[in-house]
């Protein structure tokens, strides 16, 4: 990747590129009124408020407004937006089928036998969110299926639901920057012309630290905050342990990341594992589970050919006849991938507002700002780094595009006072995977929303009251704070400090 970007023709804006920022800014402004003033969390209102930004940038433009158009195109079709669409997809409807089988009154009934009540929950969870996203890779994928699945099960043991929600995002946090087969550790290393096996042993240290504060973090807040009670009626029954059957397809996702697969084929092999897993349980009576809890074609019962095809064998399972007004396609599978679709939109409406800041040179400016005024030590240039990133990240809240952005100037600042590259690598990828899940608008929290606002529908028991407004919830994403204060006081102290002569690394071949 190149330090500058020249290989397309410039966005030229009146005001100059201070201008490139109004569509992100918008956005921004309008995500803090909305979730952080009004208290509304709604993705679909976030979409509108990012198209509005991509609007108001348009009169500013100088020249053709298509290259302005253009350049919205070029952002829409960026690797790093369809990396997670495709996350979310695939992890909600993996999700879903899961606990379709029972598993989250599994987890309620392994949780009452082991004796883990509502205030130790959060703590358990963080390190278990944190063991998955470490093993398959994605905070995002984590959080959508910790979420759907861990989420209940807390709220059932009579946890603090925002405590709760917190831990998983910080488990997701501690993975996306560990995991050797995470987007944001990749890009880190490969950035700063690291390996990646390298870049990783070298960020332990830093993980460690911030996650022992975290876990004890959790450990008191479990304690001091409030819990309530299970709601009535909702105890799980004996047969609720075949519900845990389903760690089998964990593992399989876990394991086949592991072994280097890629995160839609572990996953893809999680869904269809938990689907036979589905249909043995619910044919051996053990779960009230069956083929159409998992996929199901709703037709007109004024269709002949629905009415033949519902009493046919095999097809029958996935065919039901409704009154005309009710007909649609539903199960897990269904549900698990459509209640992402606003937030995929303005994923990719986000990384096409960042391509035109890029490409009015708004980013440019910026690092050349920071890099001429304010980085002229080594400590202030770490220092620069850790802020620098964080910024960029309030911005652009998908954590990899983030990444991406701020890269060329880590590594210029880097170069320019002889800072290794795993050094570099560590402190970008450190506030990209923390702030990411932290800002109220930032991925993997709407992430988190998203798949949240589909549990009134999935369990009786869960109102809307008891979803999570994702302003409420950055105070107690512990780990990804602590992580930013890591890197902080290791800017300030030089703790963990290496130069290009401490030792070598070069540019990874396998990405």
């Given at each position: 990747?190149?330090d500058?970007?020249t290989?397309?023709?410039p966005?030229?804006?009146?005001?100059?590129?201070?201008?490139?920022?109004?569509?992100?800014?918008v956005?921004v402004?309008?995500?803090?009124?909305?979730s952080?003033?009004?208290?509304?969390?709604?993705t679909?209102?976030l979409?509108?408020?990012?198209?509005?930004?991509?609007?108001?940038?348009?009169?500013?433009?100088?020249?053709?407004w298509?290259?302005?158009?253009?350049?919205?195109?070029?952002?829409?079709?960026?690797?790093?937006?369809a990396?997670?669409a495709?996350?979310?997809?695939?992890a909600g409807?993996?999700?879903?089928?899961?606990?379709?089988?029972?598993?989250?009154?599994?987890?309620?009934?392994?949780?009452?036998?082991?004796?883990?009540?509502?205030?130790?929950f959060?703590?358990?969870?963080?390190?278990?969110?944190?063991?998955?996203?470490?093993?398959?890779?994605?905070?995002?994928?984590?959080t959508?299926?910790?979420?759907?699945?861990?989420?209940?099960?807390?709220?059932?043991?009579?946890?603090?639901?925002?405590?709760?929600f917190?831990?998983?995002?910080?488990?997701?946090?501690?993975?996306?920057?560990?995991?050797?087969?995470?987007?944001?550790?990749?890009?880190?290393?490969v950035?700063?012309?690291?390996?990646?096996?390298?870049?990783?042993?070298?960020?332990?240290?830093?993980?460690?630290?911030?996650?022992?504060?975290?876990?004890?973090?959790?450990?008191?807040?479990?304690?001091?905050?409030?819990?309530?009670s299970?709601?009535?009626?909702?105890?799980p029954?004996?047969?609720?342990?075949?519900?845990?059957?389903?760690?089998?397809?964990?593992?399989?996702?876990?394991?086949?990341?592991?072994?280097?697969?890629?995160?839609?084929?572990?996953?893809?092999?999680?869904i269809?594992?938990?689907?036979?897993?589905n249909?043995l349980?619910?044919?051996?009576?053990?779960?009230?589970?069956?083929?159409?809890?998992m996929?199901?074609?709703?037709?007109?019962?004024?269709?002949?050919l629905?009415?033949?095809?519902d009493?046919?064998?095999?097809?029958?399972?996935?065919?039901?006849?409704?009154?005309?007004?009710e007909?649609?396609?539903?199960?897990s599978?269904y549900?698990?991938?459509?209640?992402f679709?606003?937030?995929?939109v303005?994923?990719?409406?986000?990384?096409?507002?960042?391509?035109?800041?890029?490409?009015?040179?708004?980013?440019?400016?910026?690092?050349?700002?920071?890099?001429?005024?304010?980085?002229?030590?080594v400590?202030?240039?770490?220092?620069?780094?850790?802020?620098?990133?964080a910024?960029?990240?309030?911005?652009?809240?998908?954590?990899?595009?983030?990444?991406?952005?701020?890269?060329?100037y880590?590594r210029t600042?880097?170069?320019?006072f002889?800072?290794?590259?795993?050094?570099?690598?560590?402190?970008?990828?450190?506030?990209?995977?923390?702030?990411?899940?932290?800002?109220p608008?930032?991925?993997?929290?709407?992430?988190?929303?998203?798949?949240?606002?589909?549990?009134?529908?999935?369990?009786?028991?869960?109102?809307?009251?008891?979803?999570?407004?994702?302003?409420?919830?950055?105070p107690?994403?512990?780990?990804?704070?602590?992580?930013?204060?890591v890197?902080?006081?290791?800017?300030?102290?030089?703790?963990?400090?290496?130069?290009?002569?401490?030792?070598?690394?070069?540019?990874?071949?396998?990405v």
């Amino acid at each position: 990747m190149s330090d500058t970007t020249t290989e397309e023709s410039p966005l030229r804006f009146r005001g100059g590129p201070a201008a490139s920022t109004i569509p992100i800014g918008v956005f921004v402004l309008w995500a803090v009124f909305q979730s952080g003033v009004l208290g509304i969390g709604d993705t679909a209102g976030l979409v509108v408020g990012m198209l509005v930004g991509l609007i108001a940038g348009l009169p500013f433009v100088r020249g053709d407004w298509k290259t302005y158009a253009d350049a919205i195109f070029e952002g829409m079709t960026q690797k790093v937006a369809a990396t997670a669409a495709v996350a979310w997809l695939w992890a909600g409807m993996f999700a879903n089928t899961i606990q379709a089988g029972g598993f989250v009154d599994g987890l309620v009934w392994a949780a009452n036998a082991a004796d883990v009540g509502a205030a130790l929950f959060p703590a358990v969870t963080f390190l278990l969110a944190g063991l998955l996203a470490t093993g398959i890779g994605t905070g995002y994928g984590t959080t959508i299926a910790f979420v759907t699945l861990v989420f209940p099960a807390g709220l059932l043991l009579g946890t603090n639901p925002i405590l709760l929600f917190g831990a998983i995002l910080s488990g997701a946090v501690f993975g996306d920057n560990l995991a050797p087969v995470s987007d944001t550790t990749i890009v880190s290393a490969v950035t700063q012309d690291a390996d990646i096996g390298g870049v990783v042993a070298s960020r332990i240290k830093y993980a460690a630290v911030a996650a022992v504060l975290a876990f004890v973090s959790y450990l008191a807040a479990g304690v001091l905050l409030p819990t309530g009670s299970a709601p009535a009626g909702t105890t799980p029954g004996s047969g609720a342990v075949f519900g845990l059957l389903h760690l089998i397809p964990v593992t399989i996702v876990i394991v086949t990341a592991v072994r280097g697969r890629h995160i839609v084929e572990a996953v893809s092999w999680g869904i269809a594992s938990a689907f036979v897993l589905n249909v043995l349980l619910g044919y051996f009576g053990r779960v009230d589970v069956g083929v159409s809890d998992m996929l199901v074609f709703a037709a007109s019962e004024g269709s002949n050919l629905a009415t033949t095809l519902d009493t046919a064998p095999l097809v029958g399972a996935v065919v039901e006849t409704v009154p005309a007004g009710e007909t649609g396609v539903g199960g897990s599978l269904y549900n698990g991938a459509v209640g992402f679709f606003p937030l995929i939109v303005l994923t990719l409406l986000i990384v096409a507002g960042a391509q035109i800041m890029r490409r009015g040179g708004g980013f440019e400016a910026l690092q050349t700002w920071l890099l001429d005024t304010v980085a002229t030590s080594v400590r202030r240039a770490e220092v620069t780094m850790v802020f620098g990133t964080a910024l960029v990240n309030a911005m652009v809240t998908i954590n990899t595009a983030a990444e991406i952005a701020i890269a060329p100037y880590v590594r210029t600042l880097g170069r320019r006072f002889n800072i290794n590259g795993y050094r570099r690598a560590n402190i970008l990828d450190a506030n990209t995977s923390a702030l990411g899940y932290i800002f109220p608008w930032g991925g993997g929290v709407l992430a988190g929303y998203s798949a949240m606002q589909s549990l009134p529908a999935e369990y009786d028991w869960f109102t809307v009251e008891m979803l999570v407004n994702p302003a409420a919830v950055f105070p107690y994403v512990f780990h990804g704070w602590f992580l930013v204060a890591v890197f902080i006081v290791a800017a300030v102290t030089g703790f963990g400090r290496e130069y290009v002569s401490d030792r070598s690394s070069e540019e990874v071949s396998r990405v």
